[in-house]
């Protein structure tokens, strides 16, 4: 049981790299799209910048998924080693990825009312301007088409992955 629910953490680190790997490929192209729109929505593309706002695989967006795939794979480890530690650091890590995931469905599902929140936040009549629905959905076309599946291949893998090692530990 250790071995399976070893094999589904290192399913879910592979789930969590994919992300950046993914933003790194085609963030650029989704920062160009979201540029055009601004303009076509007669707002300035610097905004981006002196927003800090991004679509490619820099800060967080690498440091956040790279860490879960990290400690999945170290668990991972302790599992494949049989160490006493592995079925309490599973039950807390693997119950953690799942709340994340969850949050990131959340926000994804929720992502043009948050993001107009956050540019009222901002305080910078200019970003406030800013059509949210069209500009993310600009970003989003420059995406093809099959990370949408993987998007859903990805949730699925970490949703089912850590729900199953929880049950391998729980039954080892």
């Known amino acids: ?27 650029p192209a989704a920062k160009n799209a979201a540029v055009a729109e601004l303009r076509r929505q007669n707002i300035r593309p610097e905004i981006l910048e002196e927003n800090k706002l991004r679509f490619d695989a820099g800060g967080h967006e690498t440091a956040a998924p790279a860490t879960v795939a990290a400690i999945m ?4 480890a302790l599992n494949l080693a049989g160490a006493a530690l592995a079925q309490p650091l599973t039950w807390i890590f693997c119950s953690l990825v799942l709340l994340m ?3 990131i469905v ?11 929140a956050a540019f009222a936040r901002k305080g910078d009549p200019e970003l406030a301007r800013v059509q949210v629905a069209p500009f993310l959905e600009a970003a989003e076309s420059a995406f093809p088409g099959w990370v949408r599946a993987q998007t859903y291949i990805r949730n699925t893998v970490v949703f089912a992955g850590s729900a199953i090692a929880l049950a391998a530990v729980s039954f080892a």
């Open 106 to 116: 959340y926000s994804n599902l929720t992502a043009v009312k948050s993001v107009q």
């Open 1 to 27: 049981m250790n071995t399976l629910a070893a094999l589904m953490q290192l399913l879910v680190a592979v789930a969590f790299v994919s992300i950046p790997l993914v933003r790194h490929r085609f963030g």
């Open 73 to 76: 794979i170290a668990t991972a």
């Open 101 to 103: 995931n969850a949050g």
